[in-house]
């Protein structure tokens, strides 16, 4: 199923490594990380392949929005280790000054940014490692902006242009999260017990508050959180059904683009959500509470 085109060793540049391919496992993982930036999160190659989008019709939990199944290529790219963290969100304020719209403007729930260079999150006391929510589309937006102005300063072989960081396609989130299987979470059919973070999953945290991105052991591509904790937006425009989809995994951006893509349920979400292939769309500039005070981010990296 997964053909490996290029292997990233840690911190070194990226330009550099690609031209080291060879095979890889899912297994390998410590050989496929990479740091890019001073500032950058850390990042894993995953493998080029290809994999069936989208739920089968006997799944439980299934929403109709997930179908139909459909096959999709994808080429080889990298992706966050782990969500956009707190500590993380809070460099790029103190950096730029951002200010993010509240995500409750009823309680006020926001992100505070002084633009003096000092920033704090919604909740003084949030840990550094939880993932970075309360966040709408375009707050990500904002955020892979300047990390490409960040990466592109200290890294001026990659030239001129917009990326190379950028949210992951659907598709792509999708297949990441999947880490090469093909049941409803990547550890099996049946939910467990402590394997993530949501309103039922068994763990001290759930229907409770936000887990530290590594407080879960990591899928088989290597990456954590990919499933519960916190909603994960993508750069895809909302369709309440794939008929139409792309193919080739690029991001589906035609349609409802007042609302975007979001990914893998959160830690109030009932099981149903925890699922690889579940999803659900929330509108770009927030509002939507159950979600926008939910959602965060990781980030993806083109790859030559």
């Known amino acids: 199923m997964v053909s490996i085109r290029s292997r990233i060793l840690a911190i070194l540049p990226v330009a550099a490594v690609l031209s080291l391919l060879a095979a890889a496992t899912p297994q390998n993982t410590s050989e496929r990380e990479f740091k890019e930036c001073s500032v950058c999160p850390l990042m894993v190659g995953v493998p080029a392949g290809s994999f069936t989008m989208g739920s089968p019709a006997g799944e439980p939990g299934r929403y109709d929005d997930e179908g139909p199944q459909h096959p999709v290529t994808v080429k ?14 809070l460099t790029f304020l103190r950096d ?20 003096n260079g000092h920033a704090s ?34 890294r001026p072989e990659l030239g001129d242009g917009p990326g190379p960081y950028r949210l992951p396609s659907e598709a792509e989130w999708e297949y990441a999260a999947r880490g090469g299987t093909a049941t409803a979470r990547w550890w099996g059919d049946e939910l467990g017990v402590g394997n993530a973070n949501c309103n039922g999953c068994g763990s001290k945290w759930d229907y409770r508050v936000l887990a530290d991105v590594d407080n879960f052991g ?16 993508t750069q895809d425009c909302w369709h309440d059904s794939y008929v139409g989809a792309p193919a080739d995994a690029s991001p589906w951006m035609d349609g409802d683009c007042e609302r975007h893509v979001i990914r893998g349920g959160s830690w109030d979400n009932v099981p149903a959500f925890v699922r690889s292939a579940a999803r659900s769309g929330s ?22």
Not at 103 to 113: E, F, G, R, Y
Not at 126 to 142: G, H, I, S
């Open 76 to 89: 080889a790219f990298a992706l966050g280790k782990y969500p956009v963290t707190s500590d993380e969100f």
């Open 121 to 154: 999150p919604p909740l003084l006391s949030e840990p550094p490692r939880w993932p970075a929510v309360c966040l709408d589309w375009k707050d990500a937006q904002a955020y892979v902006s300047w990390l490409n102005r960040k990466v592109r300063a200290e």
């Open 218 to 233: 990591p899928n088989p591509f290597g990456l954590y959180a990919v499933l519960g904790n916190a909603w994960q937006w």
């Open 96 to 115: 730029t000054g951002y200010q993010p719209a509240p995500c409750n403007p009823i309680l006020m729930l926001k992100w505070h940014s002084t633009g």
């Open 283 to 304: 509108g770009a500039d927030g509002g939507e509470f159950d979600y926008s005070s939910l959602s965060g981010f990781r980030v993806a990296r083109t790859l030559p």
